[in-house]
């Protein structure tokens, strides 16, 4: 059986679907070929669960004869949106595609409903039962090359606490602030990761505190950025990709939710493996969720779900 996984974004959607390659290889021994975006490959090459990645920079039309030349069996569809669609049609091959659940979605955005909505892998997998594929229990995962000169470079300590800073959209982001309040209270050592759009967050935090931190943002690549992860105490984050990759190598979390909900099926997912992550959420805000993704700015412009977050509960959590 030879199968096209197709996802093309982004950097926490795509570590969600790593269960997905795993299962096809393992249980159904299939040869799994994905297909994404050519800035998102480097979240892939380094799986051996997938024997190749064709990407595309701006265009689908790129790569369509190439994989017409595959000749695959089935096509699992793990974006499900118009450009998969087409996609899909132009190869004429089987397709099994993701319920996103967007009806439910809006149903929260709109009318502050709370609907439990299953979690998005589960919705990935679903998509391969058919073909006898089952849930193995054994979480995301991901794959990177260990680099020990850069964390020696940069003076890395042996223990400490790493705080990912960055996210695609301002009402995810934890405000500069919040993390001095944070980092000003714990007893760890501090790294931060992060983006070149947060640089200057980091700065402001840096020149605002009088303990040593170690300030990573927008000097390292995504791999080592992993590589951070996974040497990590803890890892304290918004609802972003780093969230995703820290729970593929199985670390502990804590995430301040902001805008999005862990009802949206997109919390910290370990499978059947005990691994502690803590959710902090400011309950009670009728204007959140307003947004299944994301804003540049809080509609309301006063951010209370994250500038109301408790921070007594973070500090005590993080020491």
């Not at 595959?70 to 118009?82: A, C, P, S, T």
Request: hydrophobic fraction near 40%; glycine fraction near 6%.
């Amino acid at each position: 059986m030879k199968l096209l996984i197709v996802r093309f974004s982004s950097i926490g959607d795509i570590v969600l679907t790593s269960p997905i390659p795993r299962i096809a290889k393992s249980q159904l021994g299939a040869t799994v070929h994905y297909v994404t975006k050519a800035k998102f490959t480097s979240l892939l090459d380094k799986n051996p669960n997938i024997e190749k990645v064709y990407y595309f920079n701006q265009n689908i039309n790129e790569i369509i004869p190439f994989l017409k030349e595959e000749k695959y069996d089935f096509v699992i569809d793990l974006h499900n949106n118009l450009r998969s669609n087409i996609l899909i049609s132009k190869l004429r091959i089987k397709a099994y595609r993701l319920d996103k659940k967007n009806w439910d979605k809006w149903l929260m955005v709109n009318f502050n409903k709370r609907i439990a909505i299953s979690h998005i892998v589960d919705r990935y997998i679903d998509t391969i039962k058919p073909l006898g594929g089952k849930n193995d229990g054994k979480g995301l995962e991901f794959y990177y090359n260990i680099d020990t000169q850069f964390t020696s470079h940069f003076m890395v300590p042996a223990k400490y606490i790493c705080i990912s800073m960055g996210a695609k959209h301002f009402t995810k982001k934890i405000p500069i602030d919040l993390l001095i309040k944070i980092i000003s209270n714990t007893e760890n050592n501090i790294v931060l990761i992060g983006g070149k759009d947060v640089i200057e967050d980091a700065f402001k935090i840096e020149n605002s505190i009088d303990k040593p931190i170690i300030n990573l943002v927008g000097k390292i690549s995504l791999q080592q950025s992993a590589q951070i992860i996974d040497n990590s105490q803890k890892v304290l984050t918004s609802d972003t990709g780093m969230m995703h990759i820290a729970a593929a190598l199985k670390k502990e979390t804590i995430v301040l939710w902001g805008n999005t909900v862990p009802e949206f099926g997109m919390y910290p997912y370990y499978g059947d493996i005990n691994v502690k992550t803590t959710n902090f959420e400011v309950v009670g805000l009728r204007c959140r969720p307003c947004s299944k993704i994301g804003f540049n700015a809080c509609p309301k412009e006063h951010f209370k779900c994250m500038n109301e977050q408790h921070l007594e509960e973070i500090i005590n959590n993080l020491n």
